[in-house]
């Protein structure tokens, strides 16, 4: 979040009751937007959003995680062999994650490096995905 967005919550967090309920009823009239009208979700919308809050929202995401979905238990061993050479695990600590799926395999690597373990561990015949 940014500071200003940090700075915003903290005075919302020392308003009262009262105060709260004359903010709601002034974004209310300024945004032309209903706080009591059920939205798809049951989220708030305002009809238009500022340009702050589209950029964060289109901001790309810069690490991933490599989910082991599945293993057919004929590929276990090649699967095996992918995941101690993508990571410091030891034999043990590798059957292990494979028996307890979804797991994640790799966390917070680039992309780059997430769709290059991906593509070997499904050449191995795992089930992946890049979260």
Request: proline share 4%; charged share 30%.
């Amino acid at each position: 979040m940014s500071t200003t967005t940090n700075e915003i919550i903290e005075k919302l967090k020392s308003i009262t009751l009262l105060e709260a309920a004359e903010l709601v009823s002034q974004i209310e009239e300024t945004f032309g937007v209903d706080a009591s009208a059920p939205v798809a979700g049951g989220f708030l919308a305002a009809p238009m959003e500022s340009a702050a809050s589209q950029k964060e929202a289109v901001e790309e995401k810069t690490t991933f995680d490599i989910i082991l979905e599945d293993v057919p238990s004929d590929k276990r061993i090649p699967v095996l062999k992918v995941i101690r050479n993508l990571t410091s695990l030891d034999l043990k600590e590798a059957k292990e994650s494979i028996t307890s799926l979804p797991k994640a395999i790799k966390q917070g690597i680039s992309k780059e490096e997430a769709e290059t373990a991906k593509q070997q561990l499904e050449e191995a015949g795992a089930k992946v995905k890049i979260a």
